[in-house]
Structure formats: C-alpha cells, structure tokens
C-alpha cells in the first residue's frame, strides 16, 4: 500500500488508523457500494462535500454516504443564506483531491469543516484516504479534533 499525504498526516500527528483498500471500478463511486466492499454499515461511512458560501466562501462537509446534505440546513449552520455543491471540475484545483477520493484531512487550504451529528454514535467512522480506493478508519474524536470538526445536524 502506498502512503497517502492524507495517511503522512496523520502519523505526524500520532492519530491511529486502520486503512481499508477495495478495488476500484466504475459503480463503486457510490458510497454506499464503498460501505458495502469494504464491510462497514453505510452510516459509519463518511463522504467528503465540498460548497460554496454565497458570503463565506468554501465549506467542508461530512455526512454518511447513504445520506445527502441538507443545503438550507447547511447554509444555516455556517450563517450564509445560500450555498451551492462545487462543480466537480473545481474539485482538484480547490482541494487537491478528486470525486470519490476527497477527503477532510489534507485540504490545499484549511476550510471550515463540519460533521453530521450522527457521528457520534460511532467510536471510529472512516474517510476516504484522499485517493479512490483506500477509506481510513479513524477514532471519531481523533477526527474531530484533528479537523477541528463542528457537529451540526446537516444530513437528510
């Protein structure tokens, strides 16, 4: 397996993680098919978003991959009236990370991030490891802090 800047990171932190690879092919862009070959509930699975703030700009969200964001609540949890999905094409140059290897740690910049909720009900949910194939299972609170995460209800 090779180390992935967002894996490097994480050592440097002395943050434990569990990397999971699973074979790559073109239907398993869904999460919820990344959930099921690497044998984890699709709730402990989380997908990473990327929007954008009418006034505060680039916003980091995280919510489980059988779930979908709730734009109006997500607007609300981070005070701008409205925010829109990335396009994909500005995926790479924004973040440095592709669709369906995105991940919250590693970011080009530092965005402010939040995680839904459910979070919580876990000890360890996984992220992608910022290419496709490879998901890390983290300890929740390890995550959070490393990301410096706000939980908000945000998913739907």
Sequence with gaps: MIKTNVMRQLDQAQIPYKAIEYEVDDNNLAGEH??????????????????KGEKKGYVVFCIPVNTELN?????????????????????????????????????????????????????????????????????RDHLISYIEAKLCEIAE
Excluded: H, N, W
């Design 34 to 51: 990344v959930a099921e070959l690497i044998g984890m509930p699709p709730e402990q699975v989380f997908k990473t978003l990327v929007a």
């Design 71 to 139: 734009l109006k609540k997500a607007a609300t949890v981070i005070g701008d009236k409205k925010i829109e999905m990335l396009p994909v094409k500005e995926l790479l140059p924004t973040t440095g990370y592709i669709r369906g290897g995105c991940s919250p740690i590693g970011m080009k910049k530092k965005f402010p991030t939040y995680m839904d909720e459910t979070a919580i009900l876990f000890d360890e949910i996984t992220v992608s490891a910022g290419v496709r194939g490879c998901q890390l299972c983290i300890p």
